[in-house]
């Protein structure tokens, strides 16, 4: 299965956990990169800033998270700083098995 999902480092995730928004109880909690060797996605976002649009980003290390929240009416309406701060993040297209460990 594809899934198109921002790319996070460490410390944007802890950030992005940091705007959960009191009221509403909206929040993400960013799956870390856990396969052995993930590889690169290729950023897709126009607004990234730190990724050209084509530009390979390394996967290990990293954090992930769907796409769809920044589409999403409820987090759009209710958690405006969650979707804005990921609207400069990279974007790719993933394979689940390609960045997540098998399920035993």
């Known amino acids: 299965m594809e899934i198109t999902m921002f790319v996070l480092t ?9 705007l959960v928004e009191p009221q509403s109880g ?9 396969a052995t ?5 290729i950023n897709l976002n126009e607004s990234a ?6 530009a390979a980003v390394p996967l290990a290390t990293m954090f992930v998270t769907n796409k769809r929240i920044v589409d999403d ?8 700083e969650i979707v ?3 609207q400069d993040k990279p ?3 993933l394979k689940t098995e390609t960045v997540f ?4």
Do not use: Q, S, W
């Open 10 to 18: 460490a410390a944007e995730r802890d950030a992005v956990i940091a």
């Open 73 to 80: 009416p409820d987090y759009i309406a209710n958690a405006p």
């Open 84 to 86: 804005a701060y990921l």
């Open 101 to 104: 460990k098998p399920i035993d």
């Open 37 to 41: 060797d993930p590889g690169v996605g």
């Open 26 to 34: 909206l929040g993400i909690n960013p799956r870390p990169v856990d």
């Open 91 to 93: 974007i790719v297209v």
């Open 49 to 54: 800033t730190a990724f050209e649009v084509g």
